[in-house]
Structure formats: C-alpha cells, structure tokens
Nanobody, 117 residues
Framework: QVQLVESGGGLVQAGGSLRLSCVAS????????MGWYRQVPGKERELVAM?????????TESEFVKGRFTISRDDAKDTVFLQMNSLNPEDTAVYYC?????????WGFGTLVTVAS
C-alpha cells in the first residue's frame, strides 16, 4: 500500500505561482512513477505531468502547460513537487497526486488550487 498526501494548494492571484507537494508513505520503495492530475468540476480528470524513478518526465500534450509547470521529485523525502507559474483562472482545479507501484495506481485526496482574476 502507498499513501499520498498533497499540500500547497490555495488561493492565488492570476499571474502568481504555487508549488504543490505530495509526500508518499508506505511501500515507497515499490513506486516507479509519480505524477499530478487535475480536475475541474464537471470535467474529466486530466494529466498534468509524470516523473519516473529515474527522473524522466512527461508532460501533458495539452496546451495548458506551455512550459509553465515543472514536475520534480526528492527521493530522500519521498516527495514529488509541481511548480506552477503564470497561473490563470483556467488553472483552477483540484490537483491530485498519483503514484504507480507494481501496476497499481494510488491517489491522494487532492489539493484545491483557486486562481482569482
């Protein structure tokens, strides 16, 4: 089992930045990929970015990232980060951390990001 706890969400003005954190616990040694998804009410959850245990990254092909978001990880702290810059109101969503371990996807409860115009 893997547990994930997100933090760092909140209210920010358009143009501002936030850094989300996700701390993993439990069988962290079995995690190979971690990442972030987001979900706007009434819409499907969508990929933001993923990072492998080797540090390889994959970002959504959707236009909304456009180099504004950066995913990173600190293995010593079992933590993955999402640095979000130049935020706009369309980025308002619940951001979920995910981890894959032995073919099983685990999810956190999410952290709400609200961008005010």
């Amino acid at each position: 089992q893997v547990q994930l706890v997100e933090s760092g969400g909140g209210l920010v003005q358009a143009g501002g930045s936030l850094r989300l954190s996700c701390v993993a616990s439990g069988r962290v040694d079995s995690i190979n990929v971690m990442g972030w998804y987001r979900q706007v009410p009434g819409k499907e959850r969508e990929l933001v970015a993923m990072i492998s245990s080797g540090g390889g990254t994959k970002y959504t092909e959707s236009e909304f990232v456009k180099g504004r978001f950066t995913i990173s990880r600190d293995d010593a702290k079992d933590t993955v980060f999402l640095q979000m810059n130049s935020l706009n109101p369309e980025d308002t969503a619940v951001y979920y951390c995910t981890a894959n371990a032995w073919g099983v996807d685990y999810w956190g409860f999410g952290t709400l990001v609200t961008v005010a115009s």
